[in-house]
Every structure is written in structure tokens, then in C-alpha cells.
């Protein structure tokens, strides 16, 4: 389960994409690479998968991790695990078929489950 201050700064965060911002450049120039990735969907919201090398240094492992927002034309993802928020940006998704969600559904579905942990 998520930190309450997680979940705080994930409100405000979706708050802000919700009424149309985007990560600055910054962030996602500082952001880990994820590599082979899909989402899952969930009962009530979607993760994501993927190799990523946290911190960039390391060698890439497996995450699995709760989908905020993503922007597949963008190529980002803002996600959620058990200590922080934070931005990736999608390198390639796996091959072959993969449930690729809609970006306003996942951010829709994202805000409201993060509304009942608070």
C-alpha cells in the first residue's frame, strides 16, 4: 500500500494532468527508461511492467507498479509504488498483442482509486 504522502502528491499531480499539464522536460530528461513494457488492467485501475533501471545506473530489473497517467504518444507513464511518484518514459512495449488502455481512461480510473485510499 502507497504512503499517505504518496498518495497526496499522486492527488496532486492527476489534479494537474487532469486539467490538461504534462511533465516538463526536466522531469522526464531525469526519468528512467522503460523497456519491454505492457499494462495490465485491473479491477479498478491499470499497472504497467516493465524492465526499468531504478536508479539509472543499475541494471534494469522488473517492476510492476500501479499506472497514474500515461501518454503513449508522448511516451510517458507516471506511476505509483509503495514509497513514490514518479515519471517514466516508455521505451518499447513488448511484442505482440497487449491491452493498451486509453489515456483518459487510465487517468479517470487513476484519480478516482487514489480519492478512496485518502
Request: glycine fraction near 6%.
Amino acid at each position: 500500500m502507497p504512503t499517505i504522502e504518496a498518495l497526496r502528491r499522486a492527488a496532486d499531480i492527476l489534479e494537474r494532468l487532469s486539467a490538461g499539464g504534462k511533465p516538463d522536460a526536466q522531469m522526464l530528461a531525469e526519468a528512467p527508461l522503460a523497456e519491454a513494457w505492457a499494462t495490465i488492467r485491473g479491477e479498478d485501475l491499470w499497472q504497467i511492467a516493465a524492465a526499468v533501471a531504478v536508479p539509472p545506473d543499475s541494471p534494469a530489473r522488473p517492476h510492476t507498479v500501479v499506472l497514474l497517467a500515461l501518454d503513449r504518444d508522448e511516451n510517458w507513464a507516471l506511476v505509483l509504488d509503495e514509497r513514490e511518484v514518479g515519471w517514466w518514459v516508455l521505451g518499447k512495449p513488448l511484442p505482440g498483442p497487449s491491452s493498451l488502455p486509453d489515456g483518459a481512461e487510465v487517468l479517470r480510473l487513476a484519480a478516482a482509486w487514489v480519492r478512496r485510499q485518502l
